[in-house]
């Protein structure tokens, strides 16, 4: 079987490699631009190496881990205190551990947390689909939910919760509610019955960068990558499909691995309406460097509470957890603004952005290198309805056999969620017993 995947990013890089693992050597990869990666892409400045986009993931993953070792990408964990994770509101920068323990943080008053705790006695609903803001109310009490849906809304997607599905963006949260009738129950039995035997998943980031993930991925594939291919449509062609491009490749199966919007500027009216009703949030990414080893707080870095009033959503301490992302004595903060429900930002979004991080961190800051990343596609917004209108993809899909959707847009905008639906992907087209054939013809 031939397969051509459209789109170097990482979805597309993943979903590939997995192809070439099931036994499949006739794979091609087209990708318009000369470098992989898509918006996982690095940036080097003076000494200062930047991660605009995603710049470390939890390892190790029963799908990631696996590809990562099939390509040599040489992973190193973060500091330890990357464990740190941090909340600005009300003026004050509030740790919170990485565990049910959260609730006990002074991020909200006591007779709040009272509340929160007596999750464990709420009952569970099969609501069929239902906000993130309502699904957290629900559990934990108006106070506490408000924080944590915006917390979670905020550091994954830049959303907003009275918008985005919590069975849709978070279907962890539904799970543990169905399986132990609570989210406190049901977060406690996983890690009592966490084997002994297994690493726990712990942050690590690429050793060279997240191009080179991408450029190892690439180079995996040898033959199998084409850069250079702006691809102008895919269209069926009896039993095969054509992507057409600088030339017409043929295939029985093609993978669309661009972003949706992308995608449907490549397929036929009626998937590409479809395709456009997938909302977006823009955001801009901000990149400040300077000298000054302790700059920054210890750990990972701190999200931006509601009612702040700010552009900024995160902070990501680069060089405390990553210290050699600065230069020695340096230290390099990334800034996440904007999102869904923000007023726009102008040219002097850099300056707003380092007021903001002062104001957050409590120190003065003098950066000697800005780094302003304002052309990353919006993420994906999982909004109500998200699951039916992915169940009505899959309609879609199904009438256009052997072709294929994968990346953020879908089912995750993870890095591990992508290697989970590459896995998806990869069973998709090859079955359960994959042969090879020659190169997609051209």
Known sequence: MSVIVVGGGLAGLLTATELISAGMDDVL????????????????????????????????????????????????????????????????????????????????????????????????RDLADESLANFCRRRFGRRAGDMVGWLMASGVYA?????????????????????????????????????????????????????????????????????????ESVRRDGSDWLVVGPETLRADSVILATGPHRTADLVD??????????????????????????????????????????????????SSYAPDRAPEGAWLLKVIAGGSGVRPWGDDIADVVRGEAETVIGRRLSPTVTIVVDDLPGIPQYEIGHSRWLDELEGLMAAR??????????????????????????????????????????
């Open 269 to 318: 009216a009626e998937l590409a309406e479809h395709l456009r009703e997938l909302k977006t949030a823009r955001v801009v990414v901000v990149g400040l460097g300077g000298e000054g080893e302790h700059t920054l707080p210890k750990g990972f870095g701190a999200l931006v509470g509601p009612g702040e009033g700010m552009l900024s959503r995160g902070l990501l301490y680069e």
């Open 29 to 124: 990869l087209v990708e318009k631009s000369d470098v992989p990666g898509g918006v996982a892409r690095t940036i080097r400045r003076d000494g200062f190496t930047f991660e605009p986009a995603v710049g470390a993931v939890a390892l190790p993953h029963a799908h990631l881990s696996p590809i990562l070792g099939r390509i040599g990408v040489e992973m190193k964990p973060a500091a330890p205190t990357a464990s740190v994770r941090q909340v600005y509101t009300n003026g004050r920068l509030i740790s919170i551990p990485l565990s049910p323990k959260a609730l006990l943080a002074p991020v909200i008053p006591w007779p709040a947390k009272v509340r929160a705790l007596a999750e464990v006695l709420s009952p569970s």
């Open 401 to 442: 056999s052997g072709l294929h959707v994968t990346g953020w847009g879908y089912r995750g905008v993870g890095v591990t969620q992508l290697a989970t639906d590459a896995l998806r992907v990869r069973n998709a087209v090859s079955g359960p017993n994959p042969r090879a054939r020659q190169r997609p013809s051209q």
């Open 159 to 231: 959303g907003d919760p009275e918008r985005l599905s919590a069975r849709a963006a978070f279907p962890i949260l539904r799970h543990l509610e169905n399986d132990a009738g609570s989210v406190l129950c049901g977060a406690l039995a996983r890690r009592r019955h966490r084997q002994p035997s297994g690493a726990r998943p712990g942050l690590h980031y690429p050793r060279d960068g997240m191009t080179d993930l991408a450029q190892r991925a690439a180079g995996f594939l040898g033959d199998g990558y084409r850069s250079g291919f702006e691809v």
